[in-house]
């Protein structure tokens, strides 16, 4: 195949070149255009007459994953890749890498321009409406087709929609395709603290992520399991396996290249099991003198020297706008009454925040404290819905997002109370959205067709939504699936990757475009995996 398309690059191009396609090679491999042992054509006319006379491909909106939003039909042949495309894009300029890209997937020349007829034109335009992610494909009657953008985000997605219209369709359609994300946050989390993944494996995530449009990769790499990255301050948290810093660079820039943000996670003042085990000093105790699993003493001026320490050490590591704080399950405030259970803390939060102080005053400002040190790096601080509490003396920062899961059976608080503060939530609802190894506690596998048919944004807790004055995309700004291990072995990284495939596409559908889809679920299902390509 390639030696066929290294010929056809070598016949000139008349000075108005129709567009072309795959099938052209069809033409040439019937032997009367090609030299014996495959030297260059001897005819370049009957060359382009050939690939003139290619199949249009129909006007009507490419099938994707996510599906286009709006696709206005136009007139001509449409556009297909052949042996003479090439990508053109300014060189040096911030699309080179995504022209050089999608040369590479299709097979293709990259250039500099000008373009012409058969070519893929890569350009950023601020005039496209939708926001930094939004882009537009034109294919015009005569002339290249064009993907054009505000950012090169935008100019990246519209080559992913090219790529599954080639994949789906052969080329794509004459007219306009207009196009943009309704949710700003469309993700996906990896628990890697209690099951180990490799390098490799959340790379391969991390494409497969890319070509359905997320945009957000959390890692969670710190457990009451084990701490699964290397830390040179602190090597002795450390778990084996785990991922090193130089594995954690190349992921970041692997992610990085597809416009994909990597955020960090070390849960605190709850989750801290294997950090503790190593640190027993700073372990929280309860009235009885008893370890509490997970739980640093937020009270002992170590414990927050030590944790500001791992903080600082990996700042560096992770250079995206995002740090998720944690706050979950802090098992003081699972408590029936904290303050009897707890009396040493409860001392501690009257002296600290006066005679109203509470437990959940000093988990209040242990996360602000901490953030405040991320504050200071430049980083934007997300935290779990069950770390941000109600009204008490030490408060929660209006600006930190709220990733919204549940824990509904310890009597966590309900969606709208958060959005009525004013609060930005993002919906990792997990009745729909969790992905738990070995399914305890209730939990069962999500599928694809759950999602793709009854859950939208607004869905944040269980199966009802909130009220659509509430869910706006300025208020729930986008969604995530979250793999969790907590029965490390009931999946191998090959099921977990094959079981959370259909839950991505169907979440990334309906993160790009939360309206009832066009298509039934069986199609879509099909579709998913034709896009794929497997």
């Given at each position: 195949m390639k030696s066929v398309w290294r010929a056809i690059r070598r016949v000139p191009a008349p000075s108005r070149p129709a567009a072309l396609g795959v099938s052209a090679l069809v033409v040439l491999l019937a032997g009367v255009l090609l030299l014996p042992g495959g030297g260059a054509p001897q005819d370049s006319a009957a060359v382009w007459g050939a690939i003139r006379r290619l199949p249009a491909v129909?006007?009507?909106?490419?099938?994707?994953?996510?599906?286009?939003?709006?696709?206005?039909?136009?007139?001509?042949?449409?556009?297909?890749?052949?042996?003479?495309?090439?990508?053109?894009?300014?060189?040096?300029g911030v699309l080179a890498d995504e022209a050089r890209r999608l040369a590479g997937e299709l097979d293709v020349r990259q250039s500099t321009g000008p373009a012409r007829t058969g070519d893929v034109r890569l350009a950023l335009d601020a005039d496209v409406p939708g926001g930094r992610e939004a882009y537009r494909i034109r294919v015009p009657a005569d002339g290249p087709a064009e993907i054009t953008a505000p950012s090169d985000a935008g100019v990246f997605y519209g080559t992913r929609t090219l790529r599954q219209a080639v994949r789906t369709g052969g080329g794509l359609p004459p007219g306009v395709i207009e196009d943009r994300p309704d949710r700003a946050q469309r993700g996906f989390m990896l628990d890697v603290a209690r099951k180990h993944y490799p390098r490799a494996w959340i790379e391969a995530r991390l494409r497969e992520l890319a070509e359905l449009k997320y945009n957000q990769f959390g890692l969670h790499f710190s457990d009451d399991q084990a701490f699964r990255v290397q830390s040179d301050k602190h090597p002795e948290i450390v778990s084996d396996p785990h991922l090193t810093k130089a594995d954690?660079?190349?992921?970041?820039?692997?992610?990085?290249?597809?416009?994909?943000e990597v955020i960090p996670e070390i849960d605190s003042p709850g989750h801290l099991g294997a950090v503790l085990a190593a640190h027993p000093s700073l372990q929280l105790r309860d009235g009885a003198g008893e370890a509490v699993l997970g739980a640093i003493d937020v009270t002992k001026p170590a414990a927050r020297k030590f944790f500001d320490e791992l903080l600082t050490e990996y700042v560096p590591l992770f250079p995206g706008r995002y740090w998720h704080l944690g706050g979950d399950e802090y098992a003081p405030l699972l408590s029936a009454d904290p303050e009897a259970r707890y009396p040493a803390l409860a001392a501690a939060a009257r002296k600290e925040y006066g005679p109203k102080g509470r437990i959940q005053d000093l988990?209040?400002?242990?996360?602000?404290?901490?953030?405040?040190?991320?504050?200071?790096?430049?980083?934007?601080?997300?935290?779990?819905?069950?770390?941000?509490y109600p009204a008490g003396v030490a408060r929660t920062p209006r600006d930190r997002e709220v990733e919204y899961w549940t824990g509904k059976e310890?009597?966590?608080?309900?969606?709208?109370?958060?959005?009525?503060?004013?609060?930005?939530?993002?919906?990792?609802?997990?009745?729909?959205?969790?992905?738990?190894?070995?399914?305890?506690?209730?939990?069962?596998?999500?599928?694809?067709?759950?999602?793709?048919?009854?859950?939208?944004?607004?869905?944040?807790?269980?199966?009802?939504?909130?009220?659509?004055?509430?869910?706006?995309?300025?208020?729930?700004?986008?969604?995530?699936l979250a793999v969790w291990g907590d029965v490390p072995g009931a999946q191998t990284a090959d099921q977990v990757a094959a079981g959370i495939r259909l839950p991505l596409a169907a979440l990334a559908q309906k993160t790009w475009d939360p309206r009832r889809p066009a298509l039934p679920w069986a199609r879509f299902r099909a579709l998913a995996v034709e896009v794929r390509g497997s």
């Amino acid at each position: 195949m390639k030696s066929v398309w290294r010929a056809i690059r070598r016949v000139p191009a008349p000075s108005r070149p129709a567009a072309l396609g795959v099938s052209a090679l069809v033409v040439l491999l019937a032997g009367v255009l090609l030299l014996p042992g495959g030297g260059a054509p001897q005819d370049s006319a009957a060359v382009w007459g050939a690939i003139r006379r290619l199949p249009a491909v129909p006007a009507e909106a490419p099938r994707t994953v996510p599906a286009v939003r709006a696709y206005t039909p136009g007139t001509g042949p449409g556009w297909r890749p052949s042996p003479v495309t090439r990508v053109v894009a300014p060189a040096g300029g911030v699309l080179a890498d995504e022209a050089r890209r999608l040369a590479g997937e299709l097979d293709v020349r990259q250039s500099t321009g000008p373009a012409r007829t058969g070519d893929v034109r890569l350009a950023l335009d601020a005039d496209v409406p939708g926001g930094r992610e939004a882009y537009r494909i034109r294919v015009p009657a005569d002339g290249p087709a064009e993907i054009t953008a505000p950012s090169d985000a935008g100019v990246f997605y519209g080559t992913r929609t090219l790529r599954q219209a080639v994949r789906t369709g052969g080329g794509l359609p004459p007219g306009v395709i207009e196009d943009r994300p309704d949710r700003a946050q469309r993700g996906f989390m990896l628990d890697v603290a209690r099951k180990h993944y490799p390098r490799a494996w959340i790379e391969a995530r991390l494409r497969e992520l890319a070509e359905l449009k997320y945009n957000q990769f959390g890692l969670h790499f710190s457990d009451d399991q084990a701490f699964r990255v290397q830390s040179d301050k602190h090597p002795e948290i450390v778990s084996d396996p785990h991922l090193t810093k130089a594995d954690v660079r190349r992921i970041v820039r692997t992610a990085g290249a597809l416009h994909i943000e990597v955020i960090p996670e070390i849960d605190s003042p709850g989750h801290l099991g294997a950090v503790l085990a190593a640190h027993p000093s700073l372990q929280l105790r309860d009235g009885a003198g008893e370890a509490v699993l997970g739980a640093i003493d937020v009270t002992k001026p170590a414990a927050r020297k030590f944790f500001d320490e791992l903080l600082t050490e990996y700042v560096p590591l992770f250079p995206g706008r995002y740090w998720h704080l944690g706050g979950d399950e802090y098992a003081p405030l699972l408590s029936a009454d904290p303050e009897a259970r707890y009396p040493a803390l409860a001392a501690a939060a009257r002296k600290e925040y006066g005679p109203k102080g509470r437990i959940q005053d000093l988990a209040v400002g242990w996360l602000n404290d901490r953030g405040e040190l991320l504050l200071d790096h430049g980083k934007r601080l997300k935290a779990w819905n069950d770390g941000i509490y109600p009204a008490g003396v030490a408060r929660t920062p209006r600006d930190r997002e709220v990733e919204y899961w549940t824990g509904k059976e310890y009597g966590a608080r309900p969606p709208s109370p958060y959005l009525e503060e004013g609060r930005r939530l993002v919906n990792v609802n997990d009745e729909y959205l969790y992905y738990v190894l070995g399914q305890p506690n209730e939990f069962v596998y999500p599928t694809g067709r759950r999602i793709y048919e009854e859950w939208t944004p607004a869905v944040l807790r269980g199966t009802t939504p909130v009220p659509a004055a509430l869910a706006g995309p300025d208020r729930v700004l986008g969604a995530r699936l979250a793999v969790w291990g907590d029965v490390p072995g009931a999946q191998t990284a090959d099921q977990v990757a094959a079981g959370i495939r259909l839950p991505l596409a169907a979440l990334a559908q309906k993160t790009w475009d939360p309206r009832r889809p066009a298509l039934p679920w069986a199609r879509f299902r099909a579709l998913a995996v034709e896009v794929r390509g497997s």
